[in-house]
C-alpha cells in the first residue's frame, strides 16, 4: 500500500512559524510531481503548494505567497513546507500528496497518493 506520512503540526500563535515534513513509508518519490493541501472545517481541500519532481518548478496559492516555501529532497525522500508569519486562517489540517505524471497539478482530483494529515491551528 502506498502511504505518505506527514509531521510536524502543533499549535502557535499568530506570527509564529511551523515546519511540515512528508515521507513515503515504503517506496521513493522522486519521480512524482508533490503537493501540499488543507483543510478547514467545513470548507473544501484546497491546494497550498505544489513541486515538480526536480523541485525547479514550484506554486503557491495567493494567500501564501510569500510567507511559505515548499521543497523537497529528493536524496533524503522528504517533502518539506515551511510556514512563517502564521495567521488564524492557516488553520487547518494539512495533507501532503503525490501526483503519478511528469507535470505539476493543482487539483486534488489530480493526485493519487495521500497522507493521513497533520494538523496546524494558530491562534490570534
Known amino acids: 500500500q502506498v502511504q505518505l506520512v506527514e509531521s510536524g503540526g502543533g499549535s502557535v500563535q499568530a506570527g509564529g512559524s511551523l515546519s511540515l515534513s512528508c515521507a513515503p513509508s515504503?517506496?521513493?518519490?522522486?519521480?512524482?510531481?508533490m503537493g501540499w493541501f488543507r483543510q478547514a472545517p467545513g470548507k473544501e481541500r484546497e491546494i497550498v503548494a505544489a513541486?515538480?519532481?526536480?523541485?525547479?518548478?514550484?506554486y503557491y496559492t495567493d494567500s501564501v505567497k510569500g510567507r511559505f516555501t515548499i521543497s523537497r529532497d529528493n536524496a533524503k525522500n522528504t517533502l518539506y513546507l515551511q510556514m512563517n508569519s502564521l495567521k488564524p486562517e492557516d488553520t487547518a489540517v494539512y495533507y501532503c500528496a503525490a501526483r503519478r505524471a511528469r507535470v505539476v497539478a493543482t487539483t486534488s482530483a489530480e493526485y493519487s497518493y495521500w497522507g493521513q494529515g497533520t494538523q496546524v491551528t494558530v491562534s490570534s
Open positions: 513541486i515538480s519532481w526536480s523541485g525547479g518548478n514550484t
Open positions: 515504503g517506496w521513493s518519490f522522486g519521480s512524482y510531481p
